[in-house]
């Protein structure tokens, strides 16, 4: 397909249309009977695999059920019919098929991300040119790989192989000492520990689900189930969580990363630092200012203006090419200078490189 940047300068916040507040129910419902236990803790693959014959309904953690699997977890396309997207008409379903002809083409850069993180307008609407409220990675949260769909934590418990924490080497160790885990399990554990444990490949029957056509790895390791919490994947750490953390030696056992907006240097830096707080820090990297996001641009959907706009970091560095102002075009200004207040974070915070060196305070003056 051919694209180009939108011509749309700077979209109105009123009058607007715009479409139902974006959700994504990436969460899928996954849990194994009691008696499944004792799968993971067979000693073999082999083994494994035999003992989940015709149990894959009854056991769809431990024996690989796909929906448990999916790299887009149960987020679905939303929308069935087409829409406007870089001035062409596009529907979710085409983005697969963009994918194969590269591929078969070896294209180097694929079109389908820079597709995925602009603006799409409903194709129903008498007032198309006022909806800006939706991107294509939206509309398309499976087919676009959303990453508010990837990047979220499996919430069911998983069995993975030992590891011997005697000593700093942490070794793996024998196969059949096998554990159940959790996800937020890893929030609280030192480096070392957390960075061995993401590492471990789980027990789950799941080497059939890998495909060509699919992102399943053929071993599926706990940094794929966990990628928030193992920060293998930046696009998922560099990012506040929107849950209540956590926090359960303190007065409040529990807070939300935006909490710390108003705290001192001092108690920031204490709750910021793993040694006393790792849920926190770790949840909560951009409010933390962890140095590992300062040259990443987040991929997430931006929903400004009251959900009136949505953007991306990709969008917003895509318009400051391409207009003649460069870091002064008014709509990279505005963008740079607003707030998402679904995620309590201002613009420039999750685009550190996009709206590096815009005046984003003078939009509100011009």
Not at 294 to 323: A, M, P, W
Request: hydrophobic share 30%; proline share 5%.
């Amino acid at each position: 397909p051919t694209t180009t940047v939108p011509t749309t300068s700077v979209p109105s916040t009123s009058p607007s249309v715009r479409s139902p507040h974006p959700t994504y129910d990436y969460s899928a419902v996954c849990e194994d009977a009691s008696e499944c236990a004792i799968i993971s803790q067979l000693s073999t693959a082999e083994e494994r695999k035999e003992a989940c014959v015709e149990k894959t309904s009854t056991c769809p953690i431990a024996c690989g059920d796909l929906k448990c699997y999916k790299f887009t977890q149960a987020c679905r396309d939303l929308e069935t019919g087409n829409f406007t997207t870089l001035n062409v008409t596009q529907k979710c379903e085409y983005f697969d098929y963009y994918r194969r002809e590269e591929k078969r083409e070896n294209v180097t850069t694929s079109v389908v991300p820079w597709i995925c993180l602009s603006s799409a307008v409903p194709m129903n609407s008498s007032n198309v040119a006022l909806d800006y409220s939706y991107l294509a990675q939206d509309r398309c949260q499976e087919s676009c790989k959303n990453p508010a769909c990837t990047c979220g934590d499996r919430t069911f418990p998983f069995w993975t192989e030992g590891y011997d924490d005697t000593d700093d080497t942490m070794s793996i160790i024998d196969t059949d000492a096998a554990r159940e885990r959790n996800c937020k399990d890893l929030y609280n554990m030192t480096t070392s520990e957390r960075d061995t444990v993401c590492e471990l490949d789980i027990r789950g029957v799941t080497a059939q689900l890998s495909k060509p056509t699919n992102d399943i790895p053929a071993i599926i390791k706990v940094n794929y189930m966990c990628p928030k919490a193992c920060g293998n994947r930046l696009e998922c750490f560099c990012t506040d969580s929107t849950d209540m953390i956590p926090t359960p030696n303190r007065f409040h056992v529990e807070r939300q990363c935006h909490w710390a907006r108003n705290w001192s240097a001092d108690k920031l830096a204490e709750f910021c630092d793993e040694s006393i707080e790792p849920y926190f820090a770790r949840a909560c990297a951009i409010t933390c200012k962890n140095p590992r996001c300062d040259e990443h641009d987040s991929t997430y959907s931006l929903e400004l203006f009251g959900n009136v706009v949505s953007t991306t970091c990709r969008q917003i560095d895509e318009f400051s090419k391409s207009g003649l102002l460069g870091k002064g075009e008014e709509y990279v200004r505005l963008m740079c200078g607003a707030k998402d207040f679904g995620k309590m974070l201002f613009t420039h915070e999750l685009c550190p490189v996009a709206c590096k060196d815009v005046d984003f305070f003078s939009s509100n003056t011009k």
